[in-house]
């Protein structure tokens, strides 16, 4: 178990790392394509460039099409912004003292809940604006296998809940 507690240590902090960034990388491009700071347009107005805080170097490139910018950048920006922050928040269920709790139970349900319904209708309403490649439509099917193993393990933490009250045990 001490394996799974070191490893799981590990995922977190990644997953916690990529979340902030994915999030924060977010929250910046909103801030700047609503108010212009820090945006040049390249290429005869078609794209722009978003670009890194107080600098004229590029950071990140966009089509300068509203129906690209909501659907195939910032809410794929913030949905795995939060992808990334329920995976640590299941690595943290992962080195907790008491492994079986209600709590840890809710972690799974939430992240589960969150692969399984959330990306399909995600590139659904996307692919009614933008053109959403094969890619995508994997990844949803990724997503969606991800989130039924997550769905079995939350069963398998309810199991055990219930054997430690029966029981009176500590697992």
Request: proline share 3%.
């Amino acid at each position: 178990m001490a394996q799974t507690k070191i490893i799981s240590k590990i995922l977190y902090g990644i997953c916690l790392v990529l979340s902030v960034g994915y999030l924060a990388t977010g929250v910046y491009s909103v801030f700047c394509l609503l108010t212009g700071f820090g945006i040049t347009p390249y290429g005869e107005g078609r794209f722009l460039h978003i670009n890194y805080p107080f600098t004229g170097e590029p950071f990140l490139n966009v089509d300068n099409d509203y129906r690209y910018i909501v659907f195939s950048f910032l809410l794929i920006l913030v949905s795995y912004g939060i992808f990334f922050l329920l995976s640590a928040r299941v690595f943290w269920v992962f080195f907790q003292s008491k492994l079986f709790t209600r709590e840890n139970i809710r972690e799974l349900k939430v992240f589960y809940c969150y692969n399984i319904f959330f990306p399909l209708p995600l590139a659904v309403a996307a692919n009614f604006f933008v053109e959403v490649e094969a890619m995508v439509w994997g990844l949803v099917f990724i997503h969606f296998m991800l989130g039924i193993f997550c769905l079995f393990l939350a069963n398998i933490f309810a199991q055990g809940v219930n054997l430690q009250n029966e029981q009176d045990l500590f697992i």
